[in-house]
């Protein structure tokens, strides 16, 4: 390879290697994004467990006299 | 409040990337199979081929950043900051790039790396490091002020630009070569199609890259929305 074709490689080899670590970079960021929104869904599933293990709440006793009265 | 989301800013990035894909893959077909080789440089002057392309979309990406700097200050809103800071990321990224491209070819061609007395390279370097300190000045500051103050700066830093792309047209001294000039461009037709097909090319990585960016910022965004609201209710 001459050595003027060395230079040229040399250019177009630093914007292919630019592009690839845009890449790697996109793709940290992407799994990061991922991983919070896996924590995200952990946290509203967590949520919506405790909602449903909650005690069901019994009638106040004036809401009941109140009934037997009508 | 509807429970579907926007689809069509990823349709927009699914066409602009396959488009560009094809165009990036055209253009270095075209330029390394097809474009004669220059009389003078040889294989080097391919070179020119994105170095030249990509000075110019680094341009464009500080203008776009300008453009949605002087929206933000007019509406506030802040998706004009994040095309601003977008672009001026992107913009200083290919400005790299082209330094970079450009020492090599100068290394080829006149056997040195860097010319501080060539304006047009000097300039460009003034560009660079202008919009570089664009991220000092954005870290500095927080919230609405934050927004304020890098929109302000994308702004006055644009004015550097026409300053690097006049400075070889009004300059003396210099051994950087003026392609375009007023009255058209320096080299044959044969050539200068493939010129336009890498410039189209990298115009549309730009828009590419932005439109990624965007998404991700948007990503991001949602999901500190719903962390914050989340954090909040337990």
Request: net charge positive.
């Given at each position: 390879m001459s050595t003027g074709a060395q230079y040229v490689v040399a250019a177009y080899g630093v914007v292919?290697?630019?592009?690839?670590?845009?890449?790697?970079?996109?793709?940290?960021?992407?799994?990061?994004?991922?991983?919070e929104a896996e924590l995200l869904a952990r946290?509203?599933?967590?949520?919506?467990?405790?909602?449903?293990?909650?005690?069901?709440?019994?009638?106040?006793?004036?809401?009941?006299?109140?009934?037997?009265?009508? | 409040m509807s429970s579907t989301t926007d689809a069509r800013p990823a349709r927009r990035l699914a066409v602009t990337g396959a488009l560009t894909a094809a165009l990036t893959a055209l253009a270095v077909y075209g330029v390394f199979f097809v474009a004669p080789e220059d009389a003078d440089q040889g294989i080097i002057q391919k070179i020119f081929y994105f170095h030249v392309a990509i000075a110019i979309a680094s341009l464009v990406a500080f203008g776009v950043a300008c453009?949605?700097?002087?929206?933000?200050?007019?509406?506030?809103?802040?998706?004009?900051?994040?095309?601003?800071?977008?672009?001026?990321?992107?913009?200083?990224?290919?400005?790299?790039?082209?330094?970079?491209?450009?020492?090599?070819?100068?290394?080829?061609?006149?056997?040195?790396?860097?010319?501080?007395?060539?304006?047009?390279?000097?300039?460009?370097?003034?560009?660079?490091?202008?919009?570089?300190?664009?991220?000092?000045?954005?870290?500095?500051?927080?919230?609405?002020?934050?927004?304020?103050?890098?929109?302000?700066?994308?702004?006055?830093a644009f004015a550097s630009?026409?300053?690097?792309?006049?400075?070889?047209?009004?300059?003396?001294?210099?051994?950087?070569?003026?392609?375009?000039?007023?009255?058209?461009?320096?080299?044959?037709?044969s050539m200068l199609i493939w010129f336009v097909v890498s410039q189209v090319a990298v115009l549309g990585i730009f828009l590419t890259v932005l439109q990624l960016e965007l998404l991700q910022r948007r990503a991001d965004s949602a999901l500190r929305r719903v962390k914050a609201r989340l954090e909040a209710a337990a």
């Open positions: 292919l290697f630019a592009l690839l670590v845009y890449v790697v970079a996109v793709g940290m960021r992407t799994a990061r994004l991922a991983r946290l509203v599933e967590r949520a919506a467990g405790e909602d449903e293990e909650a005690p069901v709440r019994t009638p106040e006793p004036a809401d009941a006299s109140s009934a037997s009265r009508t | 453009i949605a700097g002087i929206a933000y200050l007019r509406t506030r809103q802040v998706r004009f900051d994040e095309v601003s800071s977008a672009s001026v990321a992107i913009g200083l990224g290919m400005s790299v790039l082209v330094v970079i491209t450009g020492s090599i070819w100068a290394k080829a061609s006149w056997g040195t790396w860097w010319v501080w007395t060539d304006p047009r390279l000097v300039t460009f370097l003034i560009v660079l490091l202008l919009y570089a300190a664009y991220f000092v000045l954005r870290s500095s500051a927080e919230g609405e002020r934050r927004y304020r103050y890098a929109a302000i700066y994308s702004v006055a630009v026409p300053l690097s792309f006049y400075s070889v047209r009004v300059a003396r001294s210099f051994v950087h070569p003026v392609v375009f000039t007023q009255s058209g461009a320096n080299m044959p037709n």
